[in-house]
């Protein structure tokens, strides 16, 4: 007989605030981070080997964007490799994770230099209403018009931005050191990676990317073939002091 299926209870509404953690590690000292406190978000720990690991794409004084950054668990890692020198432009439309994101990018001053805006990543500029699935807007937003079998009931309204005319108007000096985009937006993926398309075949910057489970066979494929159309080779992230992993090629790609 199979066993009864355990459901989380749902939680009301919350401004979660958060708390301020330290990692002291072997080579970069003392780091402080803040951790969002809504009960469902994942705990965070920023060690050496990711630092590591992220300094083999990411220089001193290099500019990197962090899509869908959250509180900024991947922001600030990739900001320390960038050094105060460097600059992160890191995207969450989240209204109220955002704020936290806000208080990492003013942590680390002396080592960091992280700009966060509260926007998603879109085609065309607008407001857009993006479908969580609690009701303090931690568990994934759904992109507009983007099919979403989840079950995601509690909308939110998001501003949004082309991010190709974003780096343009506001990041024109910053974009011939573009070395590192990271993109995790809830199988919307491919979508803005089309939309900085000159921007990736011209510089080539290191991208790293999720394929979202709930993607079609169709669109992981289409999403290779942007990528590998850019002159990318793609592997698996392994995280780490070792990230790039065992190369995939089309025929190996997931499913």
């Known amino acids: 007989m199979p066993l009864p299926r355990l459901r989380r209870p749902r939680l009301p509404f919350a401004e979660w605030g958060?708390?301020?953690?330290?990692?002291?590690?072997?080579?970069d000292g003392l780091v402080q981070f803040a951790q969002w406190r809504h009960p469902r978000d994942r705990k965070v720990t920023i060690t050496q080997a990711?630092?590591?690991?992220?300094?083999?794409?990411?220089?001193?004084?290099?500019f990197a964007i962090d899509v869908g950054a959250h509180s900024g668990d991947t922001t600030v890692p990739m900001a320390l490799a960038a050094g105060a020198a460097g600059c992160v432009l890191a995207l969450e439309p989240n209204?109220?994770?955002f704020k936290v994101l806000e208080v990492n990018a003013g942590l680390n001053p002396d080592r960091t230099h992280i700009v966060p805006r509260c926007l998603a990543a879109t085609e065309e500029d607008g407001d857009f209403v993006f479908s969580y699935g609690d009701a303090s807007y931690c568990n994934g937003g759904a992109p507009p018009r983007h099919r979403n079998p989840l079950k995601r009931r509690y909308p939110l309204k998001v501003a949004g931005r082309n991010l190709l005319r974003l780096l343009q108007e506001e990041f024109a000096e910053w974009l011939p050191k573009l070395r590192y985009v990271k993109v995790d937006a809830e199988g919307f993926d491919r979508q803005i990676l089309q939309t900085i398309r000159p921007v990736l075949e011209r510089q080539r910057p290191v991208?790293?990317?999720?394929?979202?489970?709930?993607?079609?066979?169709?669109?992981r494929f289409a999403l290779f073939d942007l990528l590998t159309d850019?002159?990318?080779?793609?592997?698996?992230?392994?995280?780490?002091?070792?990230?790039?992993?065992?190369?995939?090629?089309?025929?190996?790609?997931?499913?």
């Open 18 to 27: 958060y708390g301020l953690r330290e990692f002291r590690l072997p080579t």
């Open 207 to 219: 991208v790293r990317t999720e394929v979202f489970c709930r993607l079609s066979r169709h669109e």
């Open 230 to 255: 850019c002159g990318y080779r793609i592997h698996r992230f392994e995280g780490g002091a070792e990230p790039a992993g065992r190369l995939i090629t089309r025929a190996k790609f997931p499913k």
């Open 95 to 97: 209204r109220h994770v």
């Open 50 to 62: 990711e630092l590591d690991g992220l300094r083999q794409f990411i220089a001193p004084g290099d």
